[in-house]
């Protein structure tokens, strides 16, 4: 395959959309905005919706299905949650298609199949779930509710990018309900700490928990969590949110129940998602310019195995030897492929794995048959080495674990020294537009603050680090008191 | 919980729907014609996706995930399938809403963000994957192409009954693409055998196999092959379809490949579903008026654990002998639930787990300890009997696939015996009405008479079996010469 793809240095963004393309993982459909999720690309999410699964439900939930659309008027109810979702929704406003008598073979809508009311397709549930819940919460007996569901949203983004910003895209969006504040903030809480977990232990990403900012919250929360990871280009991204809802959507959608003492409350409320944007981290925060770099809990196949043959019967011979380590190593749990098409040269093989992000590649040739090796190469550092093929089974395992904690570190180490503390407005400008990266600095807390500095910036909170220390000190831009600092960056 | 729901004999349809209501499966949402899938039916859902996409992965299958919408240009191009659902599409034709001046916190459709193309809510899938596929196939080297959707379709059906027919359904839909004709039609008989294995092994739900009149074909297709199950008030239910779509779908979209002589030629298509319908043919299939009966294979509770206790002390002991038998079950990979709740009485849990369809209930009271036994009720038979403690663990496992087994037997048995072999148009209206079930008979093989029988009678025909033999008869309508029988029934 060779160098196909953009180098990062030379166009971090073509890079980017050039090893989704060559990778195999997406590409853009004829729709607008709504991307088809490749083969290979949809294996990596399968891995990620089945590692999050089971943590959702080792908390406690369970998974149902709510339908994709909302009526206008159910959308409408909590007002700034429709607010902030208004202007990207996809409408359905007929149920019928007719033969068009202008154009034969062509179709219509069928001005006779208007609805009486529109729906919306779901940009998030919350609307439609909470007019659900009203039907199931009576009593603080019917408390709590802990469900999660998985599906597709929509919401008309104007420039999209794949994975990243789609018009369609797939996620989990948890919707629970409790008869305490306490307990939905604890829920709340605890579901932002299960993302961290995630991206740091599957996605091998570091990532920051805080709180939103009030001008970043989501439309129709009291207060939004998030998780923030960085990127190779020193840019945030929000890998997932956790919402306390207070009693907004009880009280949009009239869901009371009654407390113990048989007084009538309104539900607290929780909601969290994440989707398949963690596709793009996944890939931003790793990759280089020979392609993807998967973490070996999320790769689809952890070895490969390239036999490097001239005649036939080299190749049978070199098979045994891979078939037997193919063996064991699927023994150990693992997924393996022994890639034997004659139609393809070793070298374009390394690439195309190179490219794909298998962890780790193993290649025999005749050599490596007389003297009983492998040579073993890892996809994270590049490193190769000859080992015993006695050895390999007891290895792989490993060094698997290996590479999994070294991606990680790696991105650690790489956002420690992108992450700057700031003083002064010219140094906030100056990092900023030099080194890039996070910047932590003083806020005073006013949303007109954080306005101007987008507008002069492009850099955004990107949110209040829950580990903030105290400390006094003044903001970057209005030099008013600021009692911690708070976590700035460019982001997608 | 007592008798709650509607007998059977009584009304069949109601006891149906009183059933998915108590045993908390699924209900109507605000949303017309959409359904909520509650947790419970969600989790069922769930094990039938695990089977089934096993088993597609087994075959050689893997996922992939396409656009929600589809323009509406793309949706014409195979006319025959853009004819088919065009009566039944969900349109989408804005892309915003705006306040509405006229009702302060209202919304309304944006009239400045009409849509240049209106786009259809997939009602399947063909039109988009082919298209996509156009881009994916040049050569014979890229095929087969073999993909799997886990997937929300929108078909507007007027008349809506839950799981049975839905606005709104989850299915899968494989769309696969091949070199030559033969290996298509294998391809779509192979996922008809599989789809027939997971209705026989997973939900013991006996099927016939068979291929559609032409009247009956899918939209766009050469040929559907389905299964046809039974019911228990003699109806029945097409539980799955695999369509041979020859070249139709390549024409439409002009999908081409070089073969290995290098001459182009279209691609050859199949087609294949099965939806959250299967729900509702288990339901219908199995379970009687004490609610929901489950093969064990698709229970997500495999066995309850219920305590007879008066006092907090006896609860304890009991609790120390359920635990044991809880951990030797979870050992042997059971799904086990100890309902140690002491606000509900045993009589109560025993008629909830029995609307939900638990195989297998142990209830273990003060005498139990003394005895050293549990009493053990199996949900299909409702057979009850004293078994010793230690003799547990062993006997669950083989009692579970004793049930599974008897499941389909008993569906079986009953098919048999409500299955005709009619001669005479007087026999099949006298049958069909007295009887019911399913009748065999010939027919002349014309759209005529097909259309004829099914406006006199309301049965149609489910399929020709694959089985069926030569067998030279007359049609019991036209009374013309017929070459085998097929299949009529009154159908969901």
């Known amino acids: 395959m060779g160098k196909e793809i953009t180098s990062r240095k030379e166009d971090y963004s073509q890079?980017?959309?050039?090893?989704?393309?060559?990778?195999?993982?997406?590409?853009?459909s004829d729709v607008r905005g709504c991307m088809v999720i490749k083969p290979y690309g949809y294996s990596i999410w399968e891995k990620m919706q089945q590692g999050l699964d089971k943590m959702f439900k080792d908390t406690g939930h369970v998974n149902a299905y709510f339908p994709l659309f909302v009526p206008k008027s159910m959308f409408e109810a909590e007002e700034k949650n429709a607010e902030g979702f208004a202007k990207e929704c996809a409408i359905v406003t007929h149920y019928r298609l007719k033969n068009d008598p202008a154009a034969k073979g062509k179709l219509m809508v069928d001005p006779d199949a208007k609805l009486e009311e529109e729906l919306v397709v779901r940009p998030t549930s919350e609307a439609i779930i909470w007019s659900t819940y009203k039907k199931w919460i009576q009593s603080y007996r019917d408390l709590p509710i802990l469900v999660n569901q998985w599906a597709n949203v929509v919401r008309w983004e104007m420039r999209t990018r794949l994975f990243l910003r789609t018009a369609e895209f797939l996620w989990q969006e948890g919707h629970t309900a409790h008869a305490t504040a306490t307990e939905a903030i604890q829920e709340t809480r605890q579901m932002l700490d299960v993302y961290a977990d995630f991206a740091e232990n599957f996605m091998a990403l570091p990532v920051i928990k805080g709180v939103k900012s009030p001008g970043e919250r989501f439309p129709g929360a009291v207060d939004t969590y998030c998780i923030e990871a960085m990127m190779q280009d020193g840019k945030a991204l929000q890998a997932g949110t956790s919402h306390f809802l207070g009693q907004n959507f009880a009280r949009a959608f009239q869901v009371q129940f009654?407390?113990?003492?048989g007084k009538l409350d309104y539900v607290w409320g929780t909601s969290w998602g994440v989707s398949t944007r963690l596709m793009g981290a996944l890939i931003m925060a790793h990759s280089d310019d020979d392609g993807l770099i998967l973490p070996p809990k999320l790769a689809p196949i952890h070895v490969v195995i390239v036999p490097i043959f001239k005649s036939e019967e080299e190749l049978i011979k070199i098979s045994e030897q891979a078939n037997l380590i193919h063996a064991q190593l699927r023994q150990a749990g693992l997924s393996v492929k022994f890639d034997n098409r004659d139609t393809h040269k070793p070298g374009f093989k390394f690439a195309e794995y190179e490219m794909r992000g298998v962890p780790i590649r193993l290649a025999i040739g005749p050599r490596d048959l007389e003297n009983g090796t492998v040579e073993l190469a890892r996809r994270d550092t590049k490193e190769k080495k000859v080992v015993a093929q006695n050895e390999v089974a007891a290895l792989v395992p490993t060094l698997l674990a290996?590479?999994?904690?070294?991606?990680?570190?790696?991105?650690l180490a790489f956002r420690e020294q992108m992450t700057t503390r700031v003083d002064t407005f010219a140094d906030f400008n100056k990092i900023l537009d030099e080194k890039g990266g996070f910047l932590l600095a003083h806020w005073d807390g006013t949303a007109e603050t954080e306005a101007a500095i987008k507008e002069e910036t492009k850099a955004t909170i990107r949110c209040i680090p829950l580990d903030a220390p105290e400390e006094a000190g003044v903001c970057v831009y209005s030099g008013k008191p600021s009692a911690r600092r708070v976590l700035f960056a460019r982001a997608y």
Chains 1, 2 share one sequence.
């Not at 290996?402 to 991105?411: C, D, H, K, P, S």
């Open 15 to 28: 890079w980017y959309l050039d090893l989704v393309k060559k990778a195999d993982l997406a590409e853009n």
């Open 258 to 261: 009654a407390n113990k003492e």
């Open 402 to 411: 290996e590479i999994q904690q070294n991606m990680y570190n790696r991105a």
